[in-house]
């Protein structure tokens, strides 16, 4: 099985930066994403990394150590409405025919103040 | 916009009445779709994986007679919930994933189901 382990909560400042670190315990790795979820909302995708290194994507970017179980995720430029919980998940290639499950880890909850 | 398509958004039913669910895949095939269960403050956890034209594979501890799913066409899985009681009282939340975008599971904007 798996084990995701990332912060319960973190409060940044308006157009200040923050790092959400995510650590992980798996077999058969087949992937990290990073999702958004406002409250009372579905998650929505932001970033996938299946090999080492850093993805960039306008404000946000998501770096991956496979050999340390390791992921950020990296918010620039705060506003208000990144207000949210995000998700960390793994997806590995699971038992029986739920391949490319993923498991998600308990989700921090960001609070951006003025 | 939105890839996926989950209806209705919120539902309250009697104890007993049985609810469906439906989710669908707006633009793309979804040979697998996937069904979670959020309770307030907690993480998302799988309760199953939906593969279409056969049987759906349950996690441990979700009593497939309670929770029917029906993944009948490649763009479209049921979920339904039967004989409702108040603690199947959730945030069910479907998901696709996309075979074109590597996998990429892509989420409906999930059903807040209240039993009274």
């Known amino acids: 099985g798996q084990n995701i382990d990332q912060p319960t909560e973190m409060t940044a400042t308006e157009g200040a930066i923050v790092q959400i670190n995510c650590t992980y315990q798996?077999?058969?790795?087949?992937?990290l994403f990073w999702y958004q979820q406002h409250a009372g909302e579905a998650p929505t995708f932001l970033s996938y990394?299946?090999?080492?290194g850093l993805e960039e994507k306008g404000r946000f970017s998501s770096f991956l150590s496979r050999s340390k179980g390791y992921s950020y995720l990296l918010l620039k430029e705060l506003q208000m409405k990144d207000s949210a919980s995000y998700l960390c998940a793994v997806r590995d290639r699971g038992s029986g025919a739920g391949s490319y499950q993923l498991t998600f880890g308990k989700g921090t909850k960001l609070s951006v103040i003025p | 916009g939105a890839v996926v398509s989950q209806h209705p958004s919120w539902v309250i039913c009697k104890s007993g009445t049985s609810v469906k669910i439906e989710c669908r895949s707006l633009?793309?095939?979804?040979?697998?779709m996937f069904w979670y269960r959020q309770f307030p403050k907690q993480s998302l956890m799988l309760m199953a994986t939906s593969n279409e034209g056969s049987k759906a594979t349950y996690e441990q501890g979700v009593e497939k007679d309670k929770f029917l799913i029906n993944h009948a066409s490649l763009t479209l899985s049921t979920l339904t919930v039967t004989s409702a009681h108040p603690e199947d009282s959730s945030f069910y939340i479907c998901?696709?994933?996309?075979?074109?975008?590597?996998?990429?599971?892509?989420f409906g904007a999930g059903t807040r189901l209240s039993v009274l």
């Open positions: 990394n299946v090999l080492d």
């Open positions: 798996t077999s058969g790795f087949n992937g």
């Open positions: 998901s696709a994933s996309r075979p074109l975008a590597k996998n990429i599971q892509y």
């Open positions: 633009d793309f095939q979804a040979t697998t």
